[in-house]
């Protein structure tokens, strides 16, 4: 069973620090890794996709992804009051181009 | 604008009654999903269809029946066999699946919610 893995939080920062979102996966053989943003009550909406090692910048947004390690990570700078949502991390393994698999989300707090 | 509409928003079921759930895109993607949420958990598969006329499981599909006679429609039937009904169900689409390169990605729809009485 392939499995993502979220710490469920809630993390509450204050207003302008850093929150960080952790993501670990089962299975060294995936391809694709996305974080989601979903408000209470609404549907997911994508933040960022990675493919590759490394880090990928988006505005505020920083995805990092080290695939020997399994575990992918979601950096909000400048963190706002309207980042209070929770954080999906899912992942397309290898062989499941139709699939992907989630986590059960991290809930972040931003405090004013 | 395009997009995807999942109606109805709220549902009430009675125990033992079928009930369809619309899904309708305009973003003319050739895979579309059926995904049900409970309260603190992830998204889970229930069904997913990469053609018109064809169709797969996905992780928890028993109780659960779909059609996509349409490219532009995926419903999905909730069956009085599915014992614990209630939940927050998405329908996505995708354009050709999830390519390696993350090229393609999943656009969800507004959700419905299903309550059993």
Aim: include cysteine.
């Amino acid at each position: 069973q392939k499995e993502v893995e979220q710490n469920s939080g809630p993390l509450s920062v204050p207003e302008g620090a850093i929150a960080s979102l952790n993501c670990t996966y089962s299975d060294r053989v995936s391809q694709s890794f996305f974080w989601y943003r979903q408000y209470s009550g609404k549907s997911p909406e994508l933040i960022m996709s990675i493919y590759s090692n490394g880090d990928k910048e988006d505005g505020r947004f920083t995805a990092q992804l080290n695939k020997a390690s399994q575990y992918v990570s979601l950096l909000i700078r400048d963190s706002q009051p309207s980042d209070s949502a929770t954080y999906l991390c899912a992942v397309n393994y290898q062989g499941s181009n139709y699939k992907l698999t989630f986590g059960k989300g991290t809930l972040l707090t931003v405090n004013p | 604008d395009g997009g995807i509409t999942q109606s109805p928003k709220y549902l009430f079921r009675k125990e033992g009654q079928n009930v369809t759930l619309s899904c309708e895109q305009n973003l003319n993607h050739d895979a579309m999903y059926w995904y049900r949420q409970d309260p603190g958990q992830g998204l889970r598969l229930i069904y997913y269809s990469q053609i018109v006329n064809d169709f797969q499981k996905g992780d928890i599909a028993e109780g659960y029946s779909v059609s996509r006679e349409k490219k532009e429609s995926f419903p999905l039937t909730v069956t009085s066999a599915q014992k614990n009904p209630t939940a927050f169900y998405l329908c996505a689409s995708s354009n050709s699946g999830l390519s390696p390169s993350g090229a393609n990605v999943l656009t969800f729809g507004a959700g419905s919610r299903l309550t059993v009485l």
